[in-house]
């Protein structure tokens, strides 16, 4: 629900642009990033509660407030629209932020990139991969984590799980960063059974309750026994898949205690350690990296404790996968790797650490996914 200092943040900006136009825009001329004292401000495209995406992120703000000097404001709910734009001037002119996380996908082109043009002296970090160096402003930049990794770890325990080897995922739109999430689910569950597949199913929106609900029963009545997913809030899925007697495994955030029987683990963000990295940097003056990458071994990333759904042989390889990509340099993509129209999109010779580059720009399902991007 959109609070009334929200309301006021946006009212402000009236003020503000005609404060603009006579060369008074509050604060913005003797205002430096590097400081002790800094606001920030973090723009949410649903509710901080929403046991996933968003609140994973709202206890990475939550862990800075704690840092001395700084000050959060938030807002939730801000649609992927103009009001991005709204919301980031208001933290700007109103609350003095000088470093802004818009942290939904929608918010970066054009909302992000128009405020980062307008405000050249504040900083904006935006969560995804759709930064590029030469292509966008200097004041603006991404960071993202190698979730994939937690993914392929959720597929493990999945594969021990499976009785029918055939496990499902419920998925928001066919971007790099989803489409990452879902093979790695399926090539974690096939380093345990080669013959385990898994279907997907996309909902064409980040929330979407009714359509996520409509398919996690889809999946279950195909067959599948193990569901996981990649939509903003994996509340619904979780508990339709578990009041199915299906097993789950989360993502963005801890979700056992919604299914505490049939939660086999999760690939969880760690968004605090990332936060206050940003902090600390702009505090002693130094230089925002615009492309900030990490995994499991970095911090970025963590897993949910294992269920009781997971046997001992799949704890046993739970660990000794988490252990090796905790040591860096483990390889979740590697060659030969086809495609599910049969196309080699990895060939023997190559193999994906998880700071590879070419995974930014994944447009394919790997073999043994049945579903399409179109």
Request: net charge neutral; hydrophobic share 40%; glycine share 10%.
């Amino acid at each position: 629900m959109t609070s009334f200092l929200s309301m006021k943040r946006r009212h402000f900006l009236q003020a503000s642009a005609a404060a603009a136009l006579a060369g008074v825009v509050p604060g913005l001329s003797s205002r430096a990033l590097a400081q002790t004292a800094l606001t920030l401000g973090f723009i949410y495209v649903g509710p901080k509660d929403d046991y996933g995406y968003n609140q994973a992120h709202a206890k990475g703000a939550a862990a800075v407030k704690a840092l001395p000097g700084i000050t959060v404001v938030e807002e939730e709910n801000v649609p992927e629209t103009v009001d991005a734009q709204k919301t980031m001037e208001s933290m700007i002119n109103l609350d003095g932020a000088t470093l802004l996380f818009p942290t939904s996908f929608g918010y970066f082109d054009p909302h992000m990139l128009a405020m980062a043009a307008k405000y050249p002296d504040i900083q904006f970090r935006h969560c995804g991969g759709l930064w590029q160096e030469g292509k966008h402003p200097a004041n603006t930049g991404s960071y993202f984590g190698y979730i994939f990794q937690g993914q392929y770890l959720n597929g493990i325990a999945a594969g021990h799980a499976t009785k029918s080897k055939k496990i499902g995922f419920v998925a928001a739109k066919p971007i790099p960063q989803v489409l990452q999430n879902i093979n790695a689910f399926l090539l974690g569950a096939r380093s345990v059974d080669p013959i385990i597949t898994c279907q997907v199913i996309f909902t064409g929106e980040w929330s979407l309750a009714v359509k996520e609900a409509e398919a996690t029963n889809a999946l279950i009545d195909q067959g599948a026994d193990v569901i996981t997913c990649h939509v903003d809030s994996p509340k619904v899925v979780v508990e339709t898949a578990a009041g199915r007697g299906a097993f789950v495994c989360g993502y963005h955030a801890n979700q056992s205690p919604l299914a505490p029987e049939k939660y086999l683990t999760g690939a969880e963000w760690a968004w605090g350690n990332v936060y206050s990295d940003f902090v600390k940097k702009a505090q002693a003056g130094e230089k925002l990296d615009n492309f900030v990458r990490g995994g499991l071994k970095d911090g970025f990333v963590k897993m949910s404790a294992l269920g009781p759904g997971v046997p001992e042989a799949g704890r046993k390889a739970f660990e000794a996968t988490h252990a090796g990509m905790m040591k860096g340099g483990f390889s979740v993509f590697k060659g030969p790797l086809k495609d599910n129209k049969g196309n080699i999109v990895v060939t023997a010779d190559k193999s994906y650490a998880e700071d590879a580059i070419e995974l930014e720009s994944m447009n394919y399902l790997v073999e043994g996914v049945v579903g399409s991007t179109a």
